[in-house]
């Protein structure tokens, strides 16, 4: 293994743990789940935008199981049914999907940008369709009054977009300050040693 590989794989190692410890830091947590966090997406984020979106598929997968271990969806009583969906919508897939944030990484500061903001919404994507598919038939929508009873879409997009959207642009604020400043291209110089 090169030098440059070890690089990127501690480098990738710490974002994923300083991802997981930001996570922990919760400005707002939902009733039932998902948390509007203190910049936990940016250090994944920045994997792909380091190495590339096909490197990170790797650790933002690990990063969702992470937070999967650490939600313990598995005590909540859902059916298996509904607790394999979750799995997938609520954790692997949507932290998972964190690796396109550097699908435009080519394009500059403002790809890397849009790149973060396609990620986040993907992520929002995914939430979406776990709470319109999985949970659209339980009776926890009597816990935000009669207006979402009957009514899945509304209450999915209501209710993950009122963490993802705070989520999203904090991660967006996040990654502009970094490629102002150009941390990016610093920690890049310095992961790509020979």
């Known amino acids: 293994m090169s030098k440059s590989s070890i690089y990127k794989l501690t480098t990738s190692a710490i974002l994923v743990a300083l991802s997981t410890v930001l996570s922990l ?31 990170a598929i790797l650790p933002c997968f690990l990063y969702g199981a992470i937070q999967m271990f650490l939600d313990n969806p598995f005590g909540w009583g859902l ?3 509904i607790l394999i969906g979750s799995i997938f919508f609520d954790y692997l897939f949507a932290f998972g999907i964190l690796c396109l944030a550097g699908v435009f990484r080519k ?19 995914s939430h979406f369709i776990s709470g319109y598919v999985l949970f659209a038939n339980l ?9 979402f009873v009957n009514r899945p879409a509304l209450y ?39």
Do not use: H
Not at 40 to 46: L, N, Q, R, Y
Not at 107 to 123: E, K, S
Not at 164 to 183: D, Q, S, W, Y
């Open 107 to 125: 394009y500059g500061d403002l790809g890397v940008i849009g790149g973060v903001a396609l990620a986040c919404f993907a992520r929002f994507v």
């Open 79 to 81: 059916t298996p049914t």
């Open 25 to 55: 830091v919760k400005v707002w947590q939902m009733p039932l789940g998902g948390a509007i966090t203190l910049l936990s997406m940016v250090p994944v984020c920045m994997i792909s935008v380091l190495y590339g979106t096909r490197y």
């Open 139 to 147: 009776e926890q929508w009597d816990v935000f009054g009669k207006v």
């Open 156 to 194: 999915s997009i209501c209710y993950n977009g009122l963490y993802m959207l705070p989520e999203l642009v904090i991660t967006v604020i996040g990654i502009f300050i970094l490629c102002k400043t150009g941390a990016v291209n610093q920690i890049k110089k310095m992961t790509e040693r020979k």
